[in-house]
T-cell receptor, first 113, second 113 residues
């Protein structure tokens, strides 16, 4: 049971480049989410999904796209990277019942130059 | 929108001393509340959660938190700090719809030997 996995661990992009951050979970969780963590700002929700084919926006969705074609995977796409997207990105998952206890991946540290 | 406020971005305690990390929430109804811990260069790990079953919640590593509706607070405590408790701590609240989570800005705990 690997839990929540994220790839890559580190990434450097130039302004305007695009890329996809990968997230996978093997716990059969219905709910998956993406957060960005910036110093002094805690974690902010970017997008979330309550099941395959269902996604919705969080607090800070601009500049990011998501899709959920399977229960296991929830990739985050940066369409045209900007320096303001330099951050640490976390994926999390949980069941859609009880307290929604979330399990977090190890994070991806992204730098946009 | 619901939110949480963590008072004190940095807290220092001596080893063996009481740990008190403060969290206040804004909600008109008793929410689901969480405390997470983040060790350096890692993802977040759940410490404990409040789901209305009991106002005093015990978590892992000797931490506990008390839900006080009259004060809209959910402060995290530990009677005796250990060096291994040095980490970043986040308070979070689940939205009434259940689909979004809001995190505080975090409190960095330093334990002085």
């Amino acid at each position: 049971n690997a839990g929540v996995t994220q790839t890559p661990k580190f990434q450097v992009l130039k302004t305007g480049q695009s890329m996809t951050l990968q997230c996978a979970q093997d716990m059969n969780h219905e709910y998956m989410s993406w957060y960005r963590q910036d110093p002094g700002m805690g974690l902010r929700l970017i997008h979330y999904s309550v099941g395959a084919g269902i996604t919705d926006q969080g607090e800070v969705p601009n500049g990011y796209n998501v899709s959920r074609s399977t229960t296991e995977d929830f990739p985050l796409r940066l369409l045209s990277a900007a320096p303001s997207q330099t951050s640490v990105y976390f994926c999390a998952s949980s069941y859609l019942r009880d307290s929604y206890e979330q399990y977090f991946g190890p994070g991806t540290r992204l730098t946009v130059t | 929108a619901q939110s949480v406020t963590q008072l004190g971005s940095h807290v220092s305690v001596s080893e063996g001393a009481l740990v008190l990390l403060r969290c206040n929430y804004s909600s008109s109804v008793p929410p689901y509340l969480f405390w997470y811990v983040q060790y350096p260069n890692q993802g977040l790990q759940l410490l404990l959660k409040y789901t209305s079953a009991a106002t005093l919640v015990k978590g892992i590593n000797g931490f506990e938190a008390e839900f006080k509706k009259s004060e809209t607070s959910f402060h995290l405590t530990k009677p005796s700090a250990h060096m291994s408790d040095a980490a970043e701590y986040f308070c979070a609240v689940r939205s009434l719809s259940g689909n979004q989570f809001y995190f505080g800005t975090g409190t960095s705990l330093t334990v002085i030997p």
